[in-house]
């Protein structure tokens, strides 16, 4: 099993909820509103008046077969919004209920 942890552009966030619908990833808890800045690229989301963007995050845990497929199509999403910004990042889960 794995655990990803996703944060993203909330213009993203339909997109994402897509992709898990399509690819039956459930059981995942969701934060809408959050801020934060990219290690990379991109402007900050601090919900101010400087800089009034927001992000949205979530974890999913799932089979690691699933996760490989749901980063790779992450991964892809990333690529063809380039400026909205999105992070995913993976860990093994060892027991889960």
Not at 21 to 33: K, Q, S
């Amino acid at each position: 099993m794995k655990a990803i942890f996703l944060a993203c552009d909330q213009a993203m966030y339909d997109a994402v909820m897509e992709l898990m619908n399509e690819l039956e990833v459930r059981g995942f808890t969701g934060w809408e509103e959050l801020i934060g800045r990219g290690s990379k690229t991109g402007d900050p989301h601090l919900g101010n008046h400087a800089w009034p963007a927001m992000n949205s995050a979530l974890i999913a845990i799932t089979e690691d077969e699933k996760a490989a497929e749901f980063l790779k199509r992450l991964r892809e999403l990333d690529a063809e919004n380039e400026r909205q910004g999105l992070r995913a990042f993976a860990w093994n889960v060892s027991d889960a209920m």
